[in-house]
């Protein structure tokens, strides 16, 4: 059986790579790659102008994504097998129609005689037929059917959640993104003012020539990082592009409207009932839906398999007719054969012969209608068919050992799908505090080596410290600096999951 990825999961996959986005620090940092691209449409999607939203993004991609298409078609084929199976329960009819010429020596087929010539025959039939009792199979096929499109239609819903997860995910790193390389090229404007003061109190003798050696090399470094994030900037904005089915026509307009986020520290500290959010969540998601749906089409199934240790009966009707070129009616004419006949009178024990002239229509064979030999060949059957089955080879109940393991197999799956989600909504809580308070200790951090770092750059334009110890302060305030984002973007994430779990729309 096909393995189903819960949404679930997929969320905490979400959930790890927007935790795993790389931050830029002065050690070079390793490249993201980005997740693999949808399939091209039969025609190029044609992306709206003007900056895209996340509202935006999320609806063009739930019209547009392959996956949520291939849903909908599977649900689709699971409509039609539920009106077949429905079409079922209605009585079958068919007519049947055949020629056939035989040669040489055979049977006629509507005589039964033996004749040595060539025949043409032909067969007519029609054959009505309804089942009265198959063991409730017809019934329980329906309901397991029916089941199994109410779960497809949930999984359309849980595959436009999982697109919807994985867009806002994509979005906030393109967010991100861009705010690093701003952040980066403030460095670098630094740098270079740093450089030109640098250089003014070389000239005058206040500082040695390495330390001018010193700052620019740091600026080389925040140079690369510059590239690095935008290296990051380009691929997270081709993740979204792809997750989005965009072509390579429309990257060169491809924007996207930055939402104003606000601090961490700013929102009440994170408090969540986890077993009323897991209440509703389970109430409401559509993955824990289909899964129990699934639970019930595999106990029909069961049921449907146990029919087959009852009798089946049928009730068949059939007409049928045929013709056969040989066939002939025979036919009085209209002239006459004389024929004599001589009899023997008894006269007085003599035997007198006695001569008498009579006269005998002609008879004549002729072949048969078409039509008049339908009619006369016009017959009708109705059958009743009883079927008990004794013993065919355990097949029956091998069926039905298999239908109640699929039974037991499906109720673990809807159990495992409800611990994944519950286990999803502690881990996503759980790193939603965790990124809230990391946030407020990295603010901390960073005001803290703001100042660090002022003092420092005072003391290094006087003389008082050389370039590689103001480049170490310098370079731990650009890391806690990155913390703080990272801390900022990776609540912002969380949090939207946790109201997503709660019934709250998806928006930034």
Excluded at 328 to 352: E, H, I, M, Y
């Amino acid at each position: 059986m096909k393995r189903r990825t819960t949404s679930s999961a997929l969320r905490r996959r979400v959930l790890a790579g927007l935790a795993g986005t790389v931050l830029l620090a002065p050690a070079a940092q390793a490249q993201t790659t980005a997740a693999p691209p949808a399939t091209a449409l039969g025609s190029a999607a044609q992306a709206p102008t003007g900056p895209w939203t996340l509202q935006s993004a999320v609806d063009y991609a739930l019209a547009h994504n392959l996956n949520v298409r291939l849903s909908e078609l599977q649900a689709k084929n699971n409509q039609q097998v539920l009106r077949q199976s429905r079409a079922a329960l209605l009585p079958s009819a068919n007519l049947s129609a055949s020629q056939s010429w035989q040669y040489g020596t055979s049977v006629n087929p509507l005589t039964y005689e033996f004749q040595s010539n060539t025949v043409r025959a032909n067969n007519l039939a029609g054959v009505a037929q309804v089942t009265l009792f198959q063991g409730f199979q017809l019934r329980n096929t329906i309901r397991r059917n029916d089941l199994d499109y109410q779960a497809s239609l949930a999984d359309i819903e849980k595959a436009r959640n999982d697109l919807s997860l994985n867009v806002a995910s994509a979005f906030l790193q393109l967010v991100l993104a861009q705010e690093l390389v701003r952040a980066n090229q403030t460095r670098v404007e630094s740098d270079n003012a740093q450089i030109a003061r640098t250089r003014i109190l070389l000239k005058a003798g206040s500082i040695p020539e390495s330390t001018l050696l010193d700052s620019q090399s740091q600026l080389a470094t925040d140079e690369l990082n510059v590239v690095t994030a935008q290296n990051q900037a380009t691929l997270a904005r081709l993740s979204l592009m792809q997750l989005l089915n965009l072509d390579a026509s429309a990257a060169k307009t491809f924007e996207i409207e930055v939402p104003q986020f606000p601090d961490p520290d700013e929102d009440a500290p994170l408090a969540l009932d986890l077993d009323q959010t897991y209440q509703s969540a389970a109430g409401r998601l559509p993955e824990i839906k289909a899964a129990e749906l699934r639970v019930q089409s595999a106990r029909r199934g069961t049921d449907l398999a146990r029919g087959g240790y009852y009798p089946r009966l049928a009730l068949s009707g059939q007409v049928f007719s045929g013709y056969s070129s040989v066939r002939t009616v025979t036919q009085v004419g209209n002239d006459s054969t004389a024929r004599r006949t001589t009899f023997f009178v008894n006269n007085a024990g003599t035997l007198t012969p006695l001569s008498v002239l009579t006269y005998q229509r002609n008879i004549i064979s002729l072949p048969q209608g078409f039509w008049d030999q339908l009619n006369q060949n016009l017959g009708q059957q109705i059958q009743f068919q009883l079927n008990i089955p004794v013993f065919n080879g355990l097949q029956v109940r091998t069926g039905v050992q298999r239908a109640i393991i699929n039974e037991q197999a499906q109720s673990v799956r809807a159990e495992q799908a409800r611990l994944t989600l519950r286990q999803s909504i502690e881990q996503a809580y759980a790193d939603a505090r965790a990124a809230q308070l990391q946030y407020a200790a990295a603010k901390r951090q960073v005001t803290a080596l703001t100042l660090t770092q002022r003092n420092s750059e005072i003391r290094f334009n006087n003389g008082l410290l050389n370039g590689t110890e103001f480049n170490i302060t310098k370079n731990n305030l650009t890391f806690a600096e990155s913390n703080r984002i990272q801390a900022k973007y990776s609540y912002i994430f969380r949090r939207k999951v946790l109201d997503f779990y709660q019934g709250k729309p998806l928006s930034l």
